[in-house]
């Protein structure tokens, strides 16, 4: 295996681990998907596709999961910028 084939392995599982930030915090306030949903106004399924990085919400949305589960904005939904020269090495 090759360097740059390890660092793309590598910052797959990075960008696979920020799309659990969510369920990482709904899990330590102990609140289930379907719980979540209904106190932010919407089904489980979008919860749990918002947790699987297959959704993107408005920012109303992130702003109302970030209320529920005691997080900010940052902690929640920002990506660390990576550098262009990164991204093609």
Known sequence: MTY???RVILYMEVMELKNLKVKFARLE???SQ?????????????IGMI???????TLKLC???C???DKTLNDLF????VDD???TR
């Open 85 to 87: 020269k990164e991204k």
């Open 51 to 57: 947790e699987a990085g297959d959704y993107n919400p």
């Open 78 to 81: 920002w990506e660390e910028e």
């Open 63 to 65: 702003v109302a999961i």
């Open 4 to 6: 740059r084939s390890v």
């Open 34 to 46: 379907t719980e979540l949903a209904k106190r932010v106004g919407v089904t489980r399924q979008t």
């Open 67 to 69: 209320r529920e589960l």
């Open 29 to 31: 306030k102990d609140i």
